[in-house]
């Protein structure tokens, strides 16, 4: 079992709609957590961090739920330009290790 | 501010020959990662250096990889001999700390080995 499971999609969704991706993982010890955006061909960039109080950041909103090991991304009002692959984050001590990520499609 | 630095940009070699990739961090960021990220996955880390020591390389092919941070700054990464499996993209990325906070990723080097 992977440590970091992500629904890979893709979610194709139209302008305006919300949406909300998961990612769970396994080992309780995992203590920091960022939701990462890349871009076709491009590098990973940090989109937000995820805290336990759930933190939201315009549009997004970031969940961490630790008693059933699993964070949540959740996007309203999608635009064309949120189309991108969403790696989920996990860090625990110095290792960092990325989901594989889950692919959005926003349409017109 | 100037971002993380790679190049190069794109390689193609055949296989069982050598390739280094460079990178130059941020400035004043004292780690500094490798990832190798394969089409249709997510980056997985290869190596991660705290100045010009080495904390974690659990997932690196030590048989064929090595990488190197001498003074606390750029980083090489090579692969020797390298395999079909090999290609990917190589990203480099740093923070100013290891623990928690975010990582800033250059470019990465595409790497196609035939």
């Known amino acids: 079992r992977k440590e970091v499971e992500q629904d890979p999609g893709p979610f194709n969704v139209p302008e305006g709609a919300t949406v909300a991706f998961n990612c769970t993982y396994s080992?309780?010890?995992?203590?920091?957590f960022f939701w990462y955006r890349q871009d076709c061909r491009k590098e990973p960039k940090l989109l937000m961090s995820v805290y336990s109080s759930g933190n939201e950041d315009g549009r997004f909103t970031a969940q961490l739920n630790r008693a059933s090991q699993y964070i949540s991304l959740l996007i309203r009002d999608s635009k064309l330009s949120d189309s991108a692959t969403y790696l989920c984050v996990l860090k625990r001590g110095f290792k960092t290790i990325f989901g594989a990520g889950t692919r959005l499609f926003v349409k017109a | 501010e100037a971002g993380v630095a790679q190049s190069p940009r794109y390689k193609i070699i055949e296989k069982r020959q050598s390739v280094a990739f460079w990178c130059n961090p941020i400035s004043g960021h004292a780690t500094l990662y490798w990832y190798q990220q394969i089409l249709g996955q997510g980056p997985k880390l290869l190596i991660q250096?705290?100045?010009?020591?080495?904390?974690?390389d659990s997932q690196l092919p030590k048989d064929r990889f090595s990488a190197e941070r001498l003074k606390g700054v750029d980083s090489t990464l090579k692969i020797q001999p390298a395999k079909l499996e090999d290609s990917a993209v190589y990203l480099c990325?740093?923070?100013?700390?290891?623990?928690?906070?975010?990582?800033?990723f250059g470019p990465g080097t595409r790497l196609l080995v035939l």
């Open positions: 990325a740093s923070s100013l700390e290891g623990t928690g906070e975010t990582q800033y």
């Open positions: 080992n309780s010890a995992s203590q920091s």
């Open positions: 250096f705290q100045n010009n020591g080495v904390v974690d």
